[in-house]
């Protein structure tokens, strides 16, 4: 694993540059110094030795002076070189006198003229080698300026130098390897700590808070290790604080009734509630950065979120929306400047019932209003008739009679109805519960219809599946199969049939079925036919002396016997209510 380390790599990588370079910087400085204390040790040999032979020189005559140049070069170990003062070499003791060029411009030959002796190294075209040599000037049978020359190969030199630089080449390869220890130690070292470090700060990361924190050492990881302490609990409490503050906001909204909906540059969502789900009829929970087309299409949302964005102002406004539920909202968005990226947050109220609830107070008002003046018209009217003289007419004084107390009569039962419906609303005296049983309660209510049912042809039939208590008013539940079988035998036909059924369902529950075969509820009335005062056909309820409020009572009784009630019904082909309660 310590061989894979990137650290590992750099810190052998280091050592071999710096031993790479000590051994270069080495090798040029001992290199030359060896080479320089070489060149100077033959130097002062040749130089010694040339002192020498100088003092021998003075004897030897011109006929002898090759031969003796040869025994002195054989007793120095050196080339020994006799030139004159013309530069004519007079006597050599490694080469033929009679081939040899001219030697008065040789460097050593110069410098020996002037200073007295001249030392140089370089290649002898002579010889076809690199030699060291040194000159000095002598006296030869009392004529000066002649030079006695010595000479040496530098292979020595080189031999010197080579095992120099052999010696650092060992010598670096000992530093090499204790390169390489080192660097597998601090390496190990180094790598298990970061390793640490490494591990510790992605459990950060993942918001993955260990009880165990990182030891404190006296070194700049150990400080940074501190700091990650540090950071450590600071997160753990900012993320504690975070979670706390997101549960509650989570709470919050999911909880609100009103939906919430947050979008961002790019119309993708970024939260919604699950009362915004069920505006919108869209499936929970959203994924996020959904793009909002994808969730619901309605142009004049996006219109209204788009403007926000682009004008940075807040914006409320009414929104239909399309679709099966058909439903009214009120929104009422905000530009999310705060935030990275710039987004909107629309809050929308669902003020579908609102509306409902005030047109059925509008149509309420307006239909007391017309219940009520069109009773108070005629009895005014017939009223003036009778103070005007009509109360004279003996023929027609008693029918007018009747007319004003049929409308007060009908006046009379509105204002009963108005009155249950208000105690039902406001829950005022309203009767202990009592268990008792249904088939007793809907034998007596038929009871009441019969003679009306038999004065229009209508026949009646009453089938008891099963016998079930319920707990309630008893009087009320009359009162609403009362008005049930009523509407069933005047809204009917001429031999008509009014069936009614009482057992249990699957669950327990009671039930009672009152079908008809009368003239039936077009399918867009049906969801209004408990509003006050709403009629399907108006002449004919007017005929038949509805008030148009016992739909009404009817569905508020059953509610606070927490019951239910719906209906089922067709244009022309009769209506079926259907009531349960919980049976005891």
């Known amino acids: 694993m310590t061989f894979r380390s990137s650290i590992f790599r750099k810190f052998l990588a280091g050592s071999f540059l710096l031993i790479s370079v000590t051994i270069l910087v080495l090798d040029f400085y001992l290199g030359r110094s060896t080479s320089q204390r070489q060149a100077e040790s033959i130097q002062q040999r040749l130089e010694g030795q040339a002192r020498v032979l100088a003092g021998e020189i003075e004897s030897v005559s011109p006929g002898e002076l090759v031969q003796w140049s040869q025994g002195a070069g054989a007793r120095a170990g050196a080339r020994v070189t006799v030139i004159d003062p013309r530069g004519v070499v007079k006597a050599d003791s490694e080469h033929d006198i009679e081939s040899m060029e001219n030697h008065s411009h040789r460097p050593e030959i110069l410098e020996a003229r002037r200073m007295k002796m001249g030392t140089s190294i370089r290649h002898s075209k002579t010889l076809d080698r690199d030699l060291c040599y040194v000159a000095i000037l002598v006296d030869y049978h009392g004529q000066p300026d002649y030079v006695l020359r010595l000479a040496l190969p530098i292979e020595d030199l080189d031999a010197a130098i080579a095992a120099v630089r052999w010696q650092i080449l060992e010598a670096s390869l000992a530093a090499a390897l204790a390169a390489l220890v080192i660097a597998y130690y601090f390496s190990y070292v180094f790598t298990r700590r970061i390793n640490r470090l490494q591990a510790f700060a992605e459990r950060l990361a ?151 609830l005030e047109r059925v107070r509008k149509d309420f008002v307006a239909n007391v209003s017309h219940e009520l003046r069109t009773p108070l018209t005629a009895i005014r009217g017939y009223a003036e008739t009778l103070l005007d003289g009509a109360l004279e007419d003996h023929k027609n004084n008693r029918r007018f009679l009747e007319i004003i107390k049929a409308h007060a009569i009908r006046l009379n039962n509105i204002s009963a109805d108005l009155l249950v419906l208000s105690e039902l609303e406001s829950r005022k005296s309203q009767a202990e519960p009592e268990r008792f049983l249904v088939s007793a309660v809907l034998e007596s209510a038929l009871r009441t219809v019969e003679a009306e049912a038999q004065i229009r042809g209508v026949h009646l039939h009453f089938e008891k599946l099963d016998d079930v208590h319920v707990m ?113």
Do not use: W
Not at 267 to 272: E, K
Not at 505 to 531: K, M, N, W
């Open 206 to 356: 993942g918001a993955q808070f260990a009880n165990d924190p990182l030891p404190g050492e006296d070194d700049e990881l150990g400080a940074l290790g501190q700091s990650l302490n540090r950071t450590s609990t600071q997160l753990h409490e900012l993320v504690n604080r975070l979670s706390l503050e997101s549960t509650r906001r989570e709470s919050i909204l999911a909880s609100m009734m009103e939906g919430v909906l947050a979008v961002d540059d790019e119309m993708r969502v970024t939260f919604c509630n699950q009362s915004f789900s069920r505006a919108v009829s869209c499936r929970f929970p959203v994924p996020e950065r959904l793009p909002l087309l994808e969730l619901v299409r309605e142009p004049e949302l996006f219109d209204i979120l788009n403007q926000v964005l682009a004008t940075g102002q807040s914006l409320k406004q009414r929104l239909e929306l399309s679709g099966p539920s058909n439903r009214s909202l009120e929104i009422q968005a905000a530009p999310l400047a705060s935030t990275a990226r710039p987004g909107v947050i629309a809050i929308l109220h669902d003020i579908t019932d609102l509306e409902r």
């Open 472 to 584: 309630g008013d008893r009087m009320r539940l009359e009162q609403v199969l009362v008005n049930l079988l009523d509407n069933a035998v005047k809204f009917n036909r001429p031999g008509g049939e009014v069936r009614v059924a009482i057992g249990q369902t699957g669950d327990g529950s009671a039930q009672i079925v009152i079908a008809d075969t009368g003239i039936g509820i077009p399918s867009e009335d049906l969801p209004r036919i408990f509003e006050r005062f709403y009629r399907v056909d108006k002449t004919r309820s007017r005929e038949v002396g509805g008030t148009g409020l016992g739909l009404s009572i009817v569905k508020h009784v059953v509610e606070r016997m927490n019951g239910t009630i719906r209906v089922e019904s067709a244009l022309g082909q009769g209506s079926r209510f259907i009531v349960q309660f919980s049976a005891v």
